[in-house]
Nanobody
Framework: QVQLVESGGGLVQAGGSLRLSCSAS????????MGWFRQAPVKEREFVAA????????YYSDSVKGRFTISRDNAKNTLYLQMNSLKPEDTAVYYCAAGPLATTLRHRVDYWGQGTQVTVSS
């Protein structure tokens, strides 16, 4: 079992920045690929970004590429999402996720966090 707890969400103006964190406990954090998903009101949950176990490879959705950066600190059992140049359409609940492979994380997630709200005002 892996327990995931997100933090760092909040209200920010368009063009601003936020950094989300996901703290993991339970089984070895470094044995999982990690990622972020988001779900806006009346929309399906969508993939945002993924990172492999070592942190050497990252993957992004086209909608956030160039603005968001995913990273991890295996010594601290923590996943991050640096979000810059935020837009109102980035408003959503952001979820941390863990799975076996970064390349397939958008299709296979073993563990989810409870989510943190990000609201971007125009």
């Amino acid at each position: 079992q892996v327990q995931l707890v997100e933090s760092g969400g909040g209200l920010v103006q368009a063009g601003g920045s936020l950094r989300l964190s996901c703290s993991a406990s339970g089984r070895t954090f470094s044995s999982y690929a990690m990622g972020w998903f988001r779900q806006a009101p009346v929309k399906e949950r969508e993939f945002v970004a993924a990172i492999n176990r070592s942190g050497g490879n990252t993957y992004y959705s086209d909608s956030v590429k160039g603005r968001f950066t995913i990273s991890r600190d295996n010594a601290k059992n923590t996943l991050y999402l640096q979000m810059n140049s935020l837009k109102p359409e980035d408003t959503a609940v952001y979820y941390c996720a863990a799975g076996p492979l970064a390349t397939t994380l958008r299709h296979r997630v073993d563990y989810w966090g409870q989510g943190t709200q990000v609201t971007v005002s125009s």
